[in-house]
């Protein structure tokens, strides 16, 4: 992590520059209050475990070696105490348990599509209200379940790697794609559902 | 499951197609793997499709930002950081890690 935009701003903070402090605030606020809002049920909640990671940041800046990006430890101190703040029903599904991409009673004996995807991409491009695109999307997300919304979340939305998503939430690499296929699976089914054959 | 599929010399057929997209678009099939998946894609529109379709969603995941959720409160912070400066010396050291 060589290039870690971050380094230079945490130094300062080490060295008790309020400043520093604040621009990191500012660069990182609204994807940790996003990512938190996955969480728990309110964004008074959200901004209640943003502050709390803040103040663990600046507890623990001294522990911080720099193995990680900082982006990437902010973000784990965050899910962290996200996970313990979470009010919210745990919908775990064990990544070893099977759960098909696509629902198998659309394929035939020979595992060829019966029932072929219906198509809404080009339809998404030019008629689709983008609010109610991005409406459906958003609640499809939160019905994912709790470990495919995390990897989905930081993947796709907030724009981490997959070796940043894995130091994030401690899983590895293999169970980081599992999760990922599961959770854009599903998203894609939900816009299909919503929007296919239109 | 993926592998042993991949290492078959059997046609990959569509709902095994549909499992290996994610590897694919990951860039962690092996070059045998994506030569495979291709030349599936070539003869199959459905799932030629289904792979558009993919690659849509994760592009409008990519579009989702957060208009709805109040900007940062700059003095809460200024706040948070003065009185954890006042503090400091009081309290035990977190460990988290990095």
């Not at chain 1, 809404?120 to 709790?146: F, N, Q």
């Amino acid at each position: 992590m060589d290039q870690d935009p971050d380094a230079e701003l945490l130094g300062r903070l080490r060295a008790g520059d309020e400043q520093a402090f604040v621009m990191l605030v500012r660069r990182h606020h609204d994807a940790m209050l996003r990512l938190a809002c996955g969480y728990v049920p309110s964004v008074a909640v959200a901004e209640e475990v943003v502050q709390d990671t803040w103040l663990g940041v600046l507890r623990g800046i001294g522990g911080f070696e720099g193995r990680s990006s900082v982006r990437t430890w902010l973000f784990r101190i965050l899910v962290n105490r996200a996970r313990t703040t979470g009010a919210r029903e745990r919908r775990s599904v064990a990544v070893g348990d099977p759960e098909p991409a696509v629902d198998p009673s659309r394929f035939d004996d020979t595992g060829h599509w019966a029932a072929p995807p219906e198509r809404w991409v080009e339809e998404a491009d030019a008629r689709l209200d983008a609010a109610k695109l991005a409406g459906r999307l958003r609640s499809a997300i939160d019905e994912l379940p709790d470990r495919q919304r995390e990897v989905v979340t930081l993947r796709d939305i907030e724009g981490l790697s997959s070796e940043e998503v894995c130091s994030v939430l401690e899983i590895s690499e293999g169970n980081q794609r599992v999760l990922l296929h599961r959770g854009r699976s599903r998203l894609r089914q939900s816009l299909e559902t919503e929007f296919g054959g239109t | 499951m993926l592998e042993k599929l991949l290492r078959s010399r059997r046609e990959i057929v569509c709902q095994q197609a549909v499992e290996l997209v994610t590897d694919y678009l990951e860039g962690t099939l092996s070059r045998a793997g994506r030569r495979r998946f291709e030349s599936h894609l070539a003869g199959c529109p459905h799932c030629t499709e289904y792979l558009a379709q993919m690659r849509a969603t994760i592009e409008l995941t990519g579009t989702l930002t957060a208009d709805d959720l109040p900007g940062p409160v700059q003095d809460e912070f200024i706040d948070l950081y003065r009185r954890w400066r006042a503090d400091q010396g009081e309290e035990p050291q977190d460990d988290s890690r990095g």
